[in-house]
């Protein structure tokens, strides 16, 4: 069975606090993706990498940054968290060829 | 920047039969469909590569006019099991990569 596996389902976070979320995939995908997910807004790109030490902006990157050390494993990176990025943050995989992505379960980030 | 997914949210009794439609305003080279039920991950459902494409995926079939940058979703004879937020996406070649970007999302209700 596939996996995307998101460290944490819940997390709370003060304001100005450094956060890691962290995403691993098992199939051995060259891309992988942050998304985050608000009501009314639907998916919006955070990130997207598309091999080791590679990344690119999507359409939200400000407040963000990522990190791709190995191919299995995708971190996202709030550098000083406000509360503006209290919100479902989902992360995805998918191969070089482009057909479906697989999704991790996401995590609730709530910054107080 | 990312698809416009109407209507935003539909409420249907079970053996209705629904339309979700997705437009864009840049071009549109494959268009992918996923379904997202109630705390899960989004899942895939099917992705359209040619302009006029349809495709299906049990009793939910999809539409792609490539001119006019929009795709369609038919769901019929809707099943309870039918319910939850439904996405378009779409693949934008960046020159070094495929950036997969998505909808506003479409709530879908299906009542007895």
């Known amino acids: 069975d596939v996996k995307v596996t998101q460290s944490s389902r819940y997390l709370v976070k003060r304001t100005g606090e450094k956060v890691f979320l962290e995403c691993v995939q098992d199939?051995?995908?060259?891309?992988m993706f942050w998304y985050r997910q608000d009501p009314g807004l639907g998916l919006r790109l955070i990130y997207f990498?598309?091999?080791?030490?590679?990344?690119e902006k999507g359409d939200i990157p400000e407040g963000y940054s990522v990190s791709r050390e190995k191919k299995e494993r995708f971190s996202l990176i709030l550098e000083s968290a406000s509360t503006n990025q209290t919100s479902m943050y989902l992360c995805?995989?998918?191969?070089?060829?482009?057909?479906?992505?697989?999704f991790g379960q996401g995590t609730r980030l709530t910054v107080v | 920047q990312q698809p416009v997914q109407s209507p935003q949210a539909v409420i249907l009794r079970e053996g209705e039969d629904a339309v979700i439609n997705c437009s864009s305003s840049?071009?549109?080279?494959?268009v992918h469909w996923y379904r997202q039920k109630h705390g899960e991950a989004p899942v895939f459902l099917m992705i359209?590569?040619?302009?006029?494409e349809q495709k299906g995926h049990e009793k939910i079939s999809a539409s792609f006019n490539e001119k006019k940058q929009q795709s369609s979703l038919y769901l019929t004879a809707s099943q309870l099991s039918y319910s939850g937020t439904y996405f378009c996406?779409?693949?934008?070649?960046?020159?070094?990569?495929?950036?997969?970007?998505f909808g506003t999302g479409t709530r879908l209700q299906v009542t007895l």
């Open positions: 990498s598309y091999d080791v030490k590679m990344k």
């Open positions: 199939m051995d995908h060259e891309n």
């Open positions: 359209l590569l040619k302009g006029g």
């Open positions: 995805a995989s998918r191969d070089r060829l482009g057909t479906e992505a697989f």
């Open positions: 840049k071009a549109l080279y494959s």
């Open positions: 996406g779409t693949a934008i070649n960046t020159g070094t990569a495929s950036k997969l970007t």
